[in-house]
T-cell receptor
Framework: QKEVEQNSGPLSVPEGAIASLNCTYS??????FFWYRQYSGKSPELIMS????GDKEDGRFTAQLNKASQYVSLLIRDSQPSDSATYLC???????????FGAGTRLFVKA | DAGVTQSPTHLIKTRGQQVTLRCSPK?????VSWYQQALGQGPQFIFQ???????QRGNFPDRFSGHQFPNYSSELNVNALLLGDSALYLC?????????????FGPGTRLTVL
């Protein structure tokens, strides 16, 4: 059974701090990796996609991928109260077949 | 550029009934995936449609079926509804091709089975 594991949290950080969210996956053949943000009662919203080992930065967000360790993370710099949401890690095979989602990590940013 | 749309937004059914949910993909996308998200859980993959065929399926019973139309829109049908089918049903669209498999979600349909 292919799995994606995330710490359910909640993770609580003060405003302006760095939030670090982590995810591990079991399928070594996985090709694509995604982070989604989901506000309560809403659908997931894509934040970042990453395909190669290393870091990928987009504004306040940095995704990190280590395929050897089967580990992907998301850093949120200068966290804002509006970042409070559930963050979903998703892992896909080639061509986007059967993307597997983790259960999500709840993040609270305290003002 | 229209995003992914789904209808209806909310739906209330009773046990044993049948339901059809609809999805229109993002402009330019040709692939539609359906997910079920129970409260407090991540989305669970139901199946994916491409070129009007079911390409891959998750661990869902045959009560869950779907269809994709020539315009790439899709339907999810659930027969003989159970209380446990109550969930948020999400449609995600993507463009099939290497490194272009990013999925974009619609707003979802909240199904309540009484």
């Amino acid at each position: 059974q292919k799995e994606v594991e995330q710490n359910s949290g909640p993770l609580s950080v003060p405003e302006g701090a760095i939030a670090s969210l982590n995810c591990t996956y079991s399928d070594r053949g996985s090709q694509s990796f995604f982070w989604y943000r989901q506000y309560s009662g809403k659908s997931p919203e894509l934040i970042m996609s990453i395909y190669s080992n290393g870091d990928k930065e987009d504004g306040r967000f940095t995704a990190q991928l280590n395929k050897a360790s089967q580990y992907v993370s998301l850093l949120i710099r200068d966290s804002q109260p509006s970042d409070s949401a559930t963050y979903l890690c998703a892992v896909g095979g080639t061509g986007g077949f059967k993307t597997i989602f983790g259960a999500g990590t709840r993040l609270f940013v305290k003002a | 550029d229209a995003g992914v749309t789904q209808s209806p937004t909310h739906l209330i059914k009773t046990r044993g009934q049948q339901v059809t949910l609809r999805c229109s993909p993002k402009s330019g996308h040709d692939t539609v995936s359906w997910y079920q998200q129970a409260l407090g859980q991540g989305p669970q993959f139901i199946f994916q449609y491409y070129e009007e065929e079911e390409r891959q399926r998750g661990n869902f019973p045959d009560r869950f079926s779907g269809h994709q139309f020539p315009n790439y829109s899709s339907e999810l049908n659930v027969n003989a509804l159970l209380l446990g089918d109550s969930a948020l049903y999400l449609c995600a669209s993507s463009l099939t091709g290497l490194m272009t498999d990013t999925q974009y979600f619609g707003p979802g349909t909240r199904l309540t089975v009484l």
